[in-house]
């Protein structure tokens, strides 16, 4: 089994300022790792993803996300954020040993960003 | 092109009752999949359906159930509602064979009075 644990539930930041929103996982298999960006009112928009390959992986946005297998970590970072960054952030992970698309989803972390 | 779409948006029902949530995947999407998300729980999977036949399933009692019909429409029924079913009901579709990009609809709120 999966889990996922993001290790702030809220970040508040300034325009301008870098942000990092943390995320742990735990898994005895392989897995893919995602980040989602929830606006109010909407559904999930997929940031990044991490398959295979570089573990440095950037998103939409200006976001990108380093992968550390042996601290289990899928960090996401931007060097500058804007207002219209403020949403609810997720971290997920999936089963790279299951077919099918279920995702086990951390928690969440609430960026606020303000002028 | 068209996004996922929920119907309805919004939904008010009383313990007891059942109610039947719909999603009508992109055009060319075959996978979908449905989560509850809660204040309290977060986002959860209940489960997947792929070519009408229910391919993953969470750890939902039997109460929650759902199709897919051969368009890939899907709908969720949940029976005998209870004040906990309360949610934001979201699924998720994706193209046969290419699972690691799901395209989330906006949800179907549910209020259990």
């Known amino acids: 089994a999966q889990s996922v644990t993001q290790l702030d539930s809220q970040v508040p930041v300034f325009e301008e300022a870098p942000v990092e929103l943390r995320c742990n996982y735990s898994?005895?298999?392989?897995?893919?790792l995602f980040w989602y960006v929830q606006y109010p009112n909407q559904g999930l928009q997929l940031l990044l993803k991490y398959l295979s390959g570089s573990t440095l992986v950037k998103g939409i946005n200006g976001f990108e996300a380093e992968f550390n297998k042996s601290q289990t970590s899928f960090h996401l970072r931007k060097p500058s954020v804007h207002i219209s960054d403020t949403a609810e952030y997720f971290c997920a992970v999936r089963s790279a040993n299951q077919a099918g698309t279920a995702l086990i989803f951390g928690k969440g972390t609430t960026l606020s960003v303000s002028s | 092109k068209a996004g996922v779409t929920q119907t309805p948006r919004y939904l008010i029902k009383t313990r007891g009752q059942q109610v039947t949530l719909s999603c009508s995947p992109i055009?060319?999407?075959?996978?979908v999949s449905w989560y509850q998300q809660t204040p309290g729980q977060g986002l959860q999977f209940l489960f997947e359906?792929?070519?009408?036949?229910?391919?993953n399933k969470g750890n939902f009692p039997g109460r929650f159930s759902g199709r897919q019909f051969s368009n890939s429409r899907s709908e969720m029924n949940v029976s005998t509602l209870e004040l906990g079913d309360s949610a934001l009901y979201l699924c998720a579709t994706a193209l046969a064979g290419d699972y690691h990009e799901q395209f989330f609809g906006p949800g179907t709120r549910l209020t259990v009075l």
């Open positions: 359906y792929f070519s009408e036949t229910q391919r």
């Open positions: 055009s060319g999407h075959r996978s």
């Open positions: 898994s005895s298999v392989s897995v893919y």
